[in-house]
């Protein structure tokens, strides 16, 4: 119309210094960005954001030493600045209350969730700040530290949740393993910690294993103890036990064969039926008389069961006072103790009947083992 001048009101840039107060500016913004489309809010939102950024750090700082860096406490006061801005309605209030409820509710949802050395149940972390409360307004009432009945009546809430919390508050910041455990000892926490012990998977095994051995004849039940618990090779026990390390390897693979059969059966089977073939180490006597002359033929590994027969065979060729007996051990895989002293017996009882006695056919195994206790066999 003639005689009046049209005016445009701008409403400042919340970036301008002049705007002191944070709830002016949020009114600028809202003027601002009234009627302009969203690729043009986001500008004019940054601008506020940037703008309120100093208040949002002055309460960041309000909680700094309790345990968590000032810069994450910043960085969550922003990130409830921003959300503010975005959820701000000019109708419903002050922005500046707004923006502070905001902020400090996300500082304190921090401290909340993410600040925890251990996790603890939500339920439980609301109810530990309940305790700190009450026991902080029972020690000014009572001048001194409440019980756990007296916080238990407080909250009405049972003495069994208040213990849990109790023991649970310690899981806000724990103790670092590696510190010392005190005075002049270089122990640290992490050294009276248990850890899990692998091996005691294994113990009914062990047991089961100890009692299955029991069941073996001496000389398998040896020659394991040998292999697996002295670590010696099967040439070191072939050699202890004057026989060939083939022999060695075939006792070894049929006791481990019916150790295994043992252990999965309900009742471990005898022995005698445990190999799938005849018993290559089992002592064999057998006495042939060859006219005048008797021989005793020897097979097998003579230990302290099959001494006592070959014992007996000898003092009976003797008895009949051949004109020479001959112990042919072409067959022998070797000799314990308990085979030794059987020889022994027969070549005293020889000498003194005067029937000549004569050891053929050695392997060179069994001959080291004669010839070191005193028994010369015939070079043949």
């Given at each position: 119309?003639?005689?009046?001048?049209?005016?445009?009101?701008?409403?400042?840039?919340?970036?301008?210094?002049?705007?002191?107060?944070?709830?002016?500016?949020?009114?600028?913004?809202?003027?601002?960005?009234?009627?302009?489309?969203?690729?043009?809010?986001?500008?004019?939102?940054?601008?506020?954001?940037?703008?309120?950024?100093?208040?949002?750090?002055?309460?960041?700082?309000?909680?700094?030493?309790?345990?968590?860096?000032?810069?994450?406490?910043?960085?969550?006061?922003?990130?409830?600045?921003?959300?503010?801005?975005?959820?701000?309605?000019?109708?419903?209030?002050?922005?500046?209350?707004?923006?502070?409820?905001?902020?400090?509710?996300?500082?304190?949802?921090?401290?909340?969730?993410?600040?925890?050395?251990?996790?603890?149940?939500?339920?439980?972390?609301?109810?530990?700040?309940?305790?700190?409360?009450?026991?902080?307004?029972?020690?000014?009432?009572?001048?001194?530290?409440?019980?756990?009945?007296?916080?238990?009546?407080?909250?009405?809430?049972?003495?069994?949740?208040?213990?849990?919390?109790?023991?649970?508050?310690?899981?806000?910041?724990?103790?670092?393993?590696?510190?010392?455990?005190?005075?002049?000892?270089?122990?640290?926490?992490?050294?009276?910690?248990?850890?899990?012990?692998?091996?005691?998977?294994?113990?009914?095994?062990?047991?089961?294993?100890?009692?299955?051995?029991?069941?073996?004849?001496?000389?398998?039940?040896?020659?394991?103890?040998?292999?697996?618990?002295?670590?010696?090779?099967?040439?070191?026990?072939?050699?202890?036990?004057?026989?060939?390390?083939?022999?060695?390897?075939?006792?070894?693979?049929?006791?481990?064969?019916?150790?295994?059969?043992?252990?999965?059966?309900?009742?471990?089977?005898?022995?005698?039926?445990?190999?799938?073939?005849?018993?290559?180490?089992?002592?064999?006597?057998?006495?042939?008389?060859?006219?005048?002359?008797?021989?005793?033929?020897?097979?097998?590994?003579?230990?302290?069961?099959?001494?006592?027969?070959?014992?007996?065979?000898?003092?009976?060729?003797?008895?009949?006072?051949?004109?020479?007996?001959?112990?042919d051990l072409v067959g022998a895989g070797g000799f314990d103790a308990g085979g030794i002293a059987a020889l022994m017996a027969g070549r005293d009882a020889a000498a003194r009947t005067g029937v000549p006695l004569r050891l053929t056919r050695v392997q060179p195994a069994v001959r080291r083992s004669l010839t070191a206790a005193g028994l010369a066999p015939a070079r043949d």
């Open positions: 119309m003639f005689g009046q001048t049209s005016t445009t009101t701008t409403t400042p840039p919340p970036t301008d210094r002049g705007l002191e107060d944070l709830d002016a500016a949020a009114l600028a913004y809202a003027a601002r960005i009234e009627g302009l489309p969203p690729e043009r809010r986001q500008e004019a939102r940054d601008d506020l954001v940037r703008f309120a950024l100093p208040f949002a750090g002055r309460l960041a700082r309000r909680y700094r030493g309790r345990g968590e860096p000032l810069e994450d406490l910043e960085q969550v006061a922003r990130l409830g600045l921003v959300n503010a801005v975005d959820r701000y309605d000019p109708e419903r209030g002050s922005f500046t209350a707004y923006a502070a409820i905001t902020i400090v509710g996300e500082i304190k949802r921090h401290f909340r969730d993410r600040t925890w050395g251990v996790h603890v149940p939500r339920r439980l972390r609301d109810l530990i700040l309940e305790v700190g409360q009450a026991t902080a307004a029972l020690t000014s009432e009572l001048s001194r530290a409440p019980t756990v009945a007296e916080l238990s009546k407080r909250l009405e809430t049972p003495e069994e949740e208040i213990l849990a919390a109790l023991e649970s508050a310690a899981g806000y910041s724990p103790a670092s393993l590696n510190a010392p455990v005190g005075g002049e000892s270089s122990a640290e926490f992490g050294d009276l910690v248990g850890e899990s012990d692998n091996a005691l998977e294994s113990v009914d095994d062990r047991v089961t294993v100890s009692g299955l051995l029991h069941r073996l004849p001496w000389r398998e039940r040896r020659i394991l103890a040998m292999r697996f618990y002295g670590n010696q090779t099967q040439a070191e026990i072939a050699a202890r036990f004057g026989i060939s390390q083939m022999h060695v390897s075939r006792l070894l693979s049929r006791a481990l064969t019916w150790l295994r059969q043992a252990m999965l059966a309900d009742a471990p089977p005898p022995w005698q039926n445990g190999a799938a073939e005849p018993d290559p180490g089992k002592t064999r006597i057998s006495v042939k008389q060859n006219g005048d002359r008797v021989v005793v033929e020897v097979g097998g590994e003579v230990d302290r069961d099959g001494a006592d027969q070959l014992r007996r065979a000898m003092l009976e060729a003797v008895t009949g006072q051949p004109s020479e007996v001959v112990v």
